[in-house]
């Protein structure tokens, strides 16, 4: 699996993902570029999920960048996996670079079968992506 | 967690419903209104709010109760997959949400037909 056309193969590129540092997201060798999402380089980080986390840090350090300033906002490498199970059943898993379990609702187990968990992706996840693509969420 | 401030549980909900929210956020204003009159309607006329409550309870309980049965099925599935404690807190939560719309419904019209009356059931003064 690569990264979408054309990064696959051009410049800023290395075995088909542009090059990312795991926690700045910056380039390793172009100091103003940097990679979200799909694209990335990184060990994790391709859901909506991700990216939802890994854009702030990527702005944060692209002004910090622009400044001069030396970027300091860090993404841990959180994704968030929401696996159906079944017919109205799901598990909510999510986790960070080193496969620690970040759930963002305490009260939702994340190796649990949860109808919950089924109605937040199946009700949910849909407004929740689109509220963020319009930056709201 | 602390992601999901209200604001952002409002973009969320615009963005699932799309104008069904603001149908919906009408809909509760009307209930919140039909409340606020019925009761201060019962107050002017000095009637025990009792029935009207008691009425609006048993309502709003038998309406959550059939929507607690039928919330499953809204996600496409059956009572089958509600595997904790979490899953029948949630589907009583979304289940009272249209239970809650019932009792607000059943206590505004208990509370003005209360109101009106001079006799019977009603006639209980709050003195």
């Known amino acids: ?137 | 967690m602390e992601d999901f401030n209200p604001i952002t549980m409002f973009a969320i909900l615009r963005e699932s419903l799309g104008p069904w929210l603001w149908g919906l956020l009408l809909i509760a204003l009307v209930l919140v209104v039909g409340v606020v009159s019925a009761a201060m309607k019962l107050r002017s006329a000095r009637r025990s709010p009792k029935h009207p409550i008691i009425a609006a309870a048993l309502a709003g309980g038998v309406a959550t109760a059939i929507f607690f049965m039928l919330v499953p099925g809204w996600t496409m599935a059956t009572h089958a997959a509600l595997n904790g404690p979490v899953d029948y807190l949630a589907a009583i939560l979304i289940a009272f949400i249209p239970g809650g719309g019932i009792a607000a419904m059943v206590f505004s019209m208990a509370s003005w037909r209360c109101a009106r009356r001079t006799t019977a059931v009603c006639d209980k003064s709050m003195a």
């Open chain 1, 1 to 137: 699996m690569n990264s979408p056309l054309p990064w696959q193969h051009g410049p800023l590129a290395t075995d088909g993902w542009v090059e990312a540092e795991k926690a700045t997201l910056r380039h390793p060798r172009y100091a103003n570029v940097f990679a979200v999402g799909d694209i990335a380089g990184v060990p994790r980080g391709k859901t909506a999920a991700s990216v939802k986390w890994q854009v702030p840090v990527v702005v944060d350090n692209l002004v910090a960048e622009t400044s001069g300033k030396e970027p300091l906002a860090t993404y841990n490498g959180y994704t968030s996996c929401p696996m159906v199970t079944a017919y109205g059943k799901a598990m909510l898993i999510e986790f960070d670079y080193n496969g620690n379990l970040t759930p963002s609702f305490p009260f939702i187990s994340p190796l649990d079968e949860l109808w919950v968990s089924w109605l937040i992706e199946e009700k949910g996840l849909k407004g929740a992506y689109r509220a963020m693509l319009r930056g709201l969420a």
